[in-house]
Nanobody, 121 residues
Framework: QVQLVESGGGLVQPGGSLRLSCAASGSIFSIGAMGWYRQAPGKQREMVAIISSGESTTYEDSVKGRFTISRDNVKKTAYLQMNNLKAEDTAVYYC???????????????WGQGTQVTVSS
């Protein structure tokens, strides 16, 4: 059974930094794109950053220059370094990954359980 487990969320003051981690575990044959999404209260879930298996990256406009997504394929982990955090970054952050559990399996999409990030003074 595949699991994505996020960690690193918490309470931080405006201008501060946090680093989120997303570790994939279970029977995994290969991992494709990995990404971070967020959902603030009363709002729809939105894409924050995506990193492909070839490590090309895409960012939501409001986080460009402040957030950096990366991955460690050996550790099967994705990271989101968040700098200069703002109140509007407050949300539950979810990890997402496309992966295969076997050489003959199809690619499926998985979500983590989410980690809360609160930016407040």
């Amino acid at each position: 059974q595949v699991q994505l487990v996020e960690s690193g969320g918490g309470l931080v003051q405006p201008g501060g930094s946090l680093r989120l981690s997303c570790a994939a575990s279970g029977s995994i044959f290969s991992i494709g794109a990995m990404g971070w999404y967020r959902q603030a209260p009363g709002k729809q879930r939105e894409m924050v950053a995506i990193i492909s298996s070839g490590e090309s990256t895409t960012y939501e406009d409001s986080v460009k220059g402040r957030f950096t997504i990366s991955r460690d394929n050996v550790k099967k982990t994705a990271y989101l370094q968040m700098n200069n955090l703002k109140a509007e970054d407050t949300a539950v952050y979810y990890c997402n990954a496309f992966l295969r559990t076997g050489s003959y399996s199809t690619t499926k999409n998985y979500w983590g359980q989410g980690t809360q990030v609160t930016v407040s003074s």
